[in-house]
């Protein structure tokens, strides 16, 4: 790694996800959460699962000699092409497996239901999933991505910015970081209530295609989020502040309108 250890320390596990997407596999392989939980201190993320930085140092040499898919930087894509991607790879995914989950649960439910407890709250999970994903992503492509969009063509055309309806782009970003953090909370339960996706040694076809499907849908779901937190709001929020605040925006139309009449 480019970066020393002693400044690793320091480093939060967003910040390093982000400079070093291919850190991700040893996050995701030590049960790290590097998402929603991307403020901890690489140091404090280590300690908690029994780990050294120097050890995280040596797993992340060892993963770059390993062709990765979550080795893309964003860093110098425009946020347009980053929110393209996020909803080609992330929600497009997001809404299918979601349409197939809950049909696939119900029915590993009604032939296994009364011999495994934890199915019926499996069929719960995947509801909420559901219930709550949906909407946030439609917003997102509806409100946010639009805003951003329209943000970074005025910057690069030295146009006037737009003025939000939502005040600044921190006030839907906030709300949509509360509920990838709800979202965190219901992958994380349904990692224990399955056992780590472990299906047992009766399970059927479906049984285990759900779990194995389910365990995938996890993984994404993290990348989804770490783009969208560590990447995508994080440079929307600087390029509004380099922009002006949206007050600035709106007194200076004014002040515009008022000299031209």
């Not at 080609?88 to 407890?117: C, I, M, N, S």
């Amino acid at each position: 790694m480019n970066n020393t250890t002693s400044s690793l320390h320091e480093q939060t596990i967003g910040e390093i996800a982000a400079e070093l997407p291919i850190a991700i596999r040893v996050f995701e392989a030590w049960k790290i959460d590097y998402c929603c939980g991307g403020k901890q201190t690489l140091s404090e993320a280590c300690t908690a699962v029994g780990k050294s930085v120097e050890e995280f140092a040596a797993a992340v040499d060892s993963a770059v000699a390993m062709p990765d898919s979550l080795a893309t930087d964003w860093s110098s894509e425009s946020l347009r092409t980053l929110s393209g991607h996020i909803v080609d790879a992330y929600h497009r995914y997001t809404r299918e497996e979601l349409a197939t989950f809950a049909p696939l649960a119900a029915k590993v439910l009604g032939v296994h239901g009364e011999r495994r407890p934890e199915l019926p709250e499996v069929v719960e999970l995947v509801r909420d999933l559901t219930t709550d994903m949906l909407p946030h992503m439609l917003k997102e492509e509806q409100v946010l991505f639009p805003y951003v969009a329209q943000l970074e063509e005025a910057a690069e055309s030295g146009g006037p910015p737009p003025t939000p309806f939502f005040g600044t782009v921190k006030n839907p970003i906030r709300m949509m970081m509360l509920e990838h953090d709800r979202v965190g909370e219901l992958l994380g339960r349904l990692r224990v209530v399955t056992d780590d996706y472990t299906p047992p040694e009766s399970a059927c076809f479906s049984y285990r295609e759900l779990y194995r499907r389910l365990t995938e849908f996890e993984l994404r779901t993290h990348e989804h989020i770490h783009i969208e937190n560590n990447v995508y709001f994080t440079r929307a929020v600087s390029l509004e502040e380099r922009s002006g605040s949206p007050e600035e925006f709106a007194f200076s139309h004014a002040c515009g309108s008022s000299s031209g009449s």
